[in-house]
């Protein structure tokens, strides 16, 4: 099965939208993902999940986030080829190399008319 990165937009930013990752990673697994795993507390999600449009893997997850805990967030799913794209893309990696202190904004066509 492949991999797959998930971005809640908003989640853990100040006091609003709170989630706990333990939660999260239960809820991904209730949906039937495995291997998921969390960055820090950051609503970045790592995990192994049937092959399928990573569009449709973001839609039955944005649907379960206000059942579970009661607030909404935009959720964005990225193949790891998609992820590569969007690293390898980065313009200013001759001079801007400390991974600590960069960013992404993933702008991509499927997600446009969501955001």
Do not use: C, Q
């Amino acid at each position: 099965m492949p991999r797959y990165v998930v971005l809640l937009r908003g989640i853990n930013v100040g006091k609003a939208k709170r989630v706990a990752m333990a939660e999260l990673r239960t809820m991904l697994d209730d949906l039937g993902f495995t291997a998921v795993k969390t960055l820090l507390n950051s609503g970045n999600v790592v995990l192994t999940g049937p092959e399928a449009d990573p569009a449709e893997h973001a839609a039955r997850i944005e649907a379960a986030i206000p059942e579970r805990f009661g607030l909404t967030s935009r959720t964005v799913v990225l193949t790891a080829e998609e992820l590569r794209t969007v690293v390898d893309g980065h313009p200013f990696a001759d001079v801007a190399d400390n991974g600590s202190r960069m960013m992404a904004y993933v702008y991509l066509r499927r997600w446009t008319r969501r955001w």
